[in-house]
């Protein structure tokens, strides 16, 4: 029997490189922020702060984010927010003070907010329940492929043009991939190539092909509703995943502010070399996150419960992650690239929980409890990069890589005593 078409895995494609232009334009300020300290008299604790700025907004807006997300037809909504984004980045290649810093890098949060539920939105329409792990685990790899590989690019650019061609020349790089986004994306039933087998294929897995395409009288009835706000906090399972993203995301956020610092200030490194440096422990990330989609979903295939399956990946990730404590007591950079780059690897494994709103959401609120996941993992975007600029206003690092692997435990901890079983919450009506 032929397998069905697969347009999925162009839009697959699509939302990789999606990714792909949300953290470019989110990780250039930490290689530009190493020069960008000095040009604009910012010191450790000011440079934590617009590190932090990002988030402020990012976190905060995810539940109305989120909620736009359910409101709003996915392909048009996403192109705006991401030419907006886009332009912001380009305007940070013109600001002259810490103030205008931090305005717009609140900008670039608050037009990003809204990306990660409409991400989750777009591959649950599009892929059934035993390759969605798989699917989420592919595009949610582009953001340590940016790590892994714009680092180097990034310091070319920094060297030739100045930290503020950098910003200029990756926000126009970004607007024009939100033209592409809006050309190419539709969602499946409007999609006008994607063939009937497909679709079945993809509704009889458990995708959620008729959850409501974006027609307008669908869109007419979309409204923001408080006992769907209610929904997104009363379950334990639900606070399970949302602390866990929060302990999660503590360790990325080091990865996307402070570590070519902390490579640059604490290790010694030259700018060249800690460009090259910070390439390697992404890459471990990026081979943690293909893993751990790869097993999860063939556990699945396999009739291993979704429970375990789930969070196998994720319960030994959070553990790695804590190696990153394994740094403060080498003096060899080998050695600390080593322990970094198992940390991200477990940061890898672990970056699979948005199949969890995928599987227990509400369906009705998908894009709204991803929004709360979101904001909640991200209020370590507003605190970890303020933590870590005072525990190491005096250059040492060490208390906050402390700080980090303590809590990576605790996320270990919420999976495995909160989480409970992985399935659908149907809401009492």
Request: charge should be positive; hydrophobic fraction near 50%; charged fraction near 15%.
């Amino acid at each position: 029997m032929p397998l069905p078409a697969r347009k999925r895995f162009i839009v697959l494609a699509l939302l990789f490189g999606c990714v792909w232009i949300n953290y470019m334009n989110r990780t250039n300020i930490s290689i530009a922020g190493t020069t960008m300290r000095d040009d604009l008299g910012i010191d450790m604790i000011k440079m934590g702060l617009v590190y932090s700025a990002f988030s402020w907004t990012y976190g905060w807006l995810q539940i109305p984010g989120g909620a736009l997300v359910d409101i709003f037809r996915t392909r048009p909504f996403y192109a705006i927010i991401m030419f907006l984004w886009s332009a912001v980045t380009v305007l940070q290649g013109f600001a002259n003070s810490l103030f205008s810093l931090i305005g717009l890098r609140l900008s670039l949060g608050l037009f990003q907010a809204p990306s990660y539920p409409a991400h989750n939105k777009m591959v649950t329409r599009w892929f059934p329940t035993d390759e969605r792990a798989s699917a989420i685990a592919v595009y949610t790899s582009a953001q340590f492929v940016v790590l892994a590989l714009m680092p180097p690019i990034f310091v070319f650019l920094l060297n030739t043009v100045t930290w503020r061609g950098l910003f200029i020349i990756t926000g126009a790089i970004s607007i024009l991939a939100s033209l592409a986004m809006y050309l190419i994306y539709r969602d499946p039933k409007d999609h006008k190539s994607v063939s009937q087998e497909e679709l079945d294929h993809i509704r009889s897995g458990g995708g959620l092909v008729d959850d409501g395409a974006d027609s307008e009288a669908e869109q007419e009835k979309a409204k923001f509703n408080w006992a769907d706000l209610l929904e997104a906090f009363k379950y334990r399972k639900l606070w399970g995943v949302y602390i866990g993203q929060f302990c999660l995301g503590s360790l990325f956020v080091f990865f996307l502010t402070w570590f070519p610092s902390y490579l640059k200030d604490t290790r010694g490194l030259t700018l060249q070399s800690m460009g090259w440096w910070a390439t390697i422990p992404p890459i471990g990330a990026f081979c943690g996150v293909l893993l751990s989609g790869y097993i999860s979903d063939k556990l699945v295939k396999k009739g291993v419960s979704a429970s375990a399956a789930r969070k196998l990946p994720v319960l030994c990730g959070m553990i790695l992650g804590s190696s990153i404590i394994g740094a403060n007591y080498t003096d060899s950079t080998g050695m600390v690239i080593v322990f970094m780059t198992i940390a991200l690897f477990g940061n890898g494994l672990a970056s699979i929980a948005w199949v969890f709103i995928s599987s227990i959401a509400p369906i009705r609120c998908m894009g709204l409890v991803g929004g709360v996941f979101n904001f909640i993992g991200n209020l370590a975007g507003i605190s970890l990069p303020i933590i870590i600029g005072i525990l190491a206003r005096d250059g040492n690092f060490e208390p906050g890589l402390i700080y980090i692997a303590i809590v990576s435990i605790i996320g270990f901890c919420s999976y495995l005593f909160l989480v409970g079983k992985v399935e659908r919450i149907e809401p009492k009506s």
